[in-house]
């Protein structure tokens, strides 16, 4: 509403830190992550599903998703918290690497790993590599051969329910690239089996991302416990991994169901299904990224251009009325944030460096881009005496910002601030006008085509 919008506006502080004094230190755009929400976030769902698999005789491991967002600081957070990192790329694993993780605390993740990452997770003695397709069964036993070792591995697989945010479906027809087949698990570790160097974990599925409530983890373990209750006649099935994927709330629109209360229910479910089955409940394991940095990161930006733009609105009786839209321009946009224009993501904005009286004013948040649908914020309210020279902060940018950020335009990314009981440190410096170059041959004085 537009009260609680203006209550949230002021001199704001993160992790004990006021906007303006991270602004003045470190530049804008910026990236400021509260460490202590992050780690507790990491805790909360660690010891919720250890104590919801507890309750029915079993164990939960909660691999942090790095895609969401990794730094070397980060991943120690995460593994300081006792949470494994899953990683889908050989740059995500030499940054878990660098950061000393327990490389047996590592999973590997990828539909098309190249033999490099495959070599290199192997020799680097990776807990687990996720197995995508009949191919990479050969690459990883070939590897893991070549090293000497037994290499655990799990298959991904389409458990065929697909959520889609508030809702999800349930499919018998698999049109999309990740994970093999469910029919297809039974060969699958059979291949597997046959190959001493490699030990079958058990099976994997992701069903998508930001989901609110449990219903669709619910089904889709219901159906992978059936195939894995099936695997048991050839051998051992220690683990059950159901991906990540809870939802985190942007505006106040969003209403994802607690961790707790998803947790008990997704546990509810494996457990039932398991006692209908009679089988031993396995142990599980789950991949969260979202929703552990999602809410601890924010960014601030400084605004640099307004301008108020006459749009039309739907009124009452189905005539229109004309409403001011105030189109506020900040100093960064789809190169920090992308997630608007990939998916119509919506954020909500706080005025960070001040408290003000003036009535709220209709805005729209915009970035600095060459491009129409380069907007921060769709539709929110601020102070109507907004200024050049402010600072806003967009809440909940933890997730799948910096690490879907881009160069566009020539911007250079933002650099990443931990704030913590009162003290700010850089985490990954902001890229200059050097870095924007340094790869340009011609820049560089190196011949264009020496490659
Ligand atoms: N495990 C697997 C195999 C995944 O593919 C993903 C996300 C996760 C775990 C973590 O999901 P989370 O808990 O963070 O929802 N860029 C999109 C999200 C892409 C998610 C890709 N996979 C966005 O910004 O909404």
Known sequence: SRTAARAADGEIEIGGVSAGALAARFGTPLYVVDETDARSRARELRDVFAAEAARVGSSAKIYYAGKAFLSIEVARWMAGEGLSIDVCSGGELAVA????????????HGNNKSLAEIDRAVSAGVGVIVIDSAI????VAEAARRHGRVQSVRVRVNSGV?????????????????GVRLDQAEEFAEAIRSHPELHFLGLHCHIGSQIFG???FAESAARLLDAHAALLGGGEVPELNLGGGFGIAYTTADDPTPIAELAAAIVDAVAGECARLGIPVPALAFE?????????????YEVGTIKDVLVSVPGENGAHADEVRKYVSVDGGMSDNARPALYGADYSVRLANRVSDADPALVRIAGKHCESGDIVVQADYLPSDVQPGDL?????TGAYCWSLSSNYNYLGRPAVVAVEGGQARLIVRRETEHDLLARDAAYTGERVGDQ
């Open 97 to 108: 690497v660098a950061a000393g993780v327990d490389p047996a605390r590592i999973g590997l």
């Open 136 to 139: 990479e069964v050969e690459r």
């Open 214 to 216: 449990s219903e669709g």
């Open 162 to 178: 697909h959520a889609h945010t508030h809702d999800f479906l349930a499919t018998a027809h698999e049109d999309q690239k990740f």
């Open 392 to 396: 806003l902060a967009v809440p909940a």
């Open 288 to 300: 969260p990224g979202r929703s552990i940095i999602g809410t601890a990161g924010a960014t601030l």
